[in-house]
């Protein structure tokens, strides 16, 4: 396929390109002398209406996880030729729409995957140990001492870990875990002898990673596929006193049936960075204490951050200048290599 509309010279006009949030440190730099940025500065997202407005004379956007960018929002903007999504799961992007109007969409894989993985790991820990739970007790002030009962929690160490999705985050989950002494097992669609050879993981189906795990762990991306991926009938499965851990998206789980599953107390526990309907967060997990709740903090980390907001806009400032950027998650949108460059 040919580009519809290939890449404009920057000597001859500087693209507008519409950033949706401040992000940390100076990582737009690469667009400098290329692009126009209107940044939106306040501490929200974009009101629908007037991302409408703002999108409509933009050649590029430079966009959220939390942004949705739907068909209405790309054929809204009849200029734009380049969208750069701020993160690595891109289920907020029409890709359809897009790839039909020959829009490539990168994203920012690999400079989040150690952060989002320390996170998996410090919900494992957290939901293991009831560390949310016991420093919401300290703090209430009520006088305490040591006490061999208090607040009991489940062992970490040497417990068995099931990954679900082999990707790069989940690969550095099982890393983790083997510093862990853990018995270490993954699902996927396919084996991957590289993450065997690697980790030394036991390729499993589903259902008997689900039976067989002390920890359950998700990663997979969203899609049609993995849409209530774990659902009633997969948490039954689940072992007694075990944990499940979600840092992927939300719609992977079904929230409902987690808690229901909760109160049951199979899972144990859970830790979730992402929700079904997010932010929204279901009112009955916020009450429950066997849950270690977070705000989709997984790549939060300063340095990773950084470099996400850098790989998004260099991708961009790349495809300005006629390349093609590494990242594209639509590649057959930009064609064979030969018809990619300046006209
Ligand atoms: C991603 O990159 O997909 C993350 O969810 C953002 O932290």
């Known amino acids: 396929m040919t580009v519809t509309s290939l890449p404009v010279s920057a000597t001859k006009r500087s693209w507008k390109v519409l950033v949706t949030r401040q992000l940390p440190g100076n990582c737009l730099s690469d667009l400098d002398g290329l692009a126009d940025l209107e940044v939106w500065k306040e501490d929200g997202p974009i009101p629908r209406e007037m991302l409408l407005e703002m999108i409509s004379d933009k050649d590029a956007l430079i966009c959220l996880v939390s942004d949705k960018v739907d068909r209405e929002v790309i054929l809204s903007a009849p200029r734009l030729k380049a969208i750069g999504n701020f993160g690595v799961g891109y289920d907020n992007i029409d890709l359809v729409t897009?790839?039909?109007?020959?829009?490539?969409v990168f994203n920012t894989p690999n400079v989040l995957t150690e952060a989002t993985a320390d996170l998996a790991f410090a919900l494992i820990l957290s939901a293991a140990r009831r560390l949310g739970e016991a420093e919401r007790f300290l703090r209430k002030g009520d006088p305490w001492t040591w006490s061999p009962n208090l607040f009991l929690g489940r062992d970490v160490w040497g417990a068995s870990l099931g990954v679900v999705g082999a990707g790069k985050i989940g690969r550095a989950i099982l890393m983790r875990g083997k510093g862990f002494g853990m018995r270490l097992f993954?699902?996927?669609?396919t084996r991957r002898d590289?993450?065997?050879?690697?980790t030394g993981a036991k390729f499993v189906t589903l259902d008997e990673l689900l039976s067989i795990s002390d920890i359950v762990s998700l990663n997979v991306p969203l899609s049609v596929s993995t849409?209530?991926?774990?659902?009633?009938?997969?948490l039954s499965l689940m072992k007694e006193g075990s944990i499940l851990v979600n840092?992927?998206?939300?719609?992977v789980l079904d929230e409902?049936?987690?808690?229901?599953?909760?109160?049951?107390?199979?899972?144990?526990?859970?830790g979730l960075d992402v929700y079904e309907n997010e932010p929204i967060v279901l009112p009955g997990l916020l009450k429950l204490d066997n849950v270690v709740l977070l705000p989709h903090i997984g790549s939060a980390t300063l340095s990773a951050r950084r470099a996400m907001g850098r790989l998004a806009a260099g991708a961009i400032a790349a495809f300005i200048r006629g390349e093609r950027p590494m990242n594209t998650v639509n590649p057959n949108v930009l064609g064979p290599d030969k018809e990619v460059g300046l006209s």
Not at 186 to 189: E, I, K
Request: proline residues 7%; aromatic residues 2%; charged residues 35%.
């Open 227 to 234: 849409r209530h991926l774990i659902g009633e009938r997969e």
């Open 256 to 270: 409902a049936a987690l808690e229901r599953a909760l109160r049951g107390g199979r899972p144990a526990a859970a």
């Open 194 to 198: 590289d993450l065997e050879d690697g």
């Open 186 to 189: 993954y699902t996927d669609t």
């Open 98 to 104: 897009a790839s039909e109007r020959g829009i490539p």
């Open 247 to 251: 840092t992927s998206r939300g719609p």
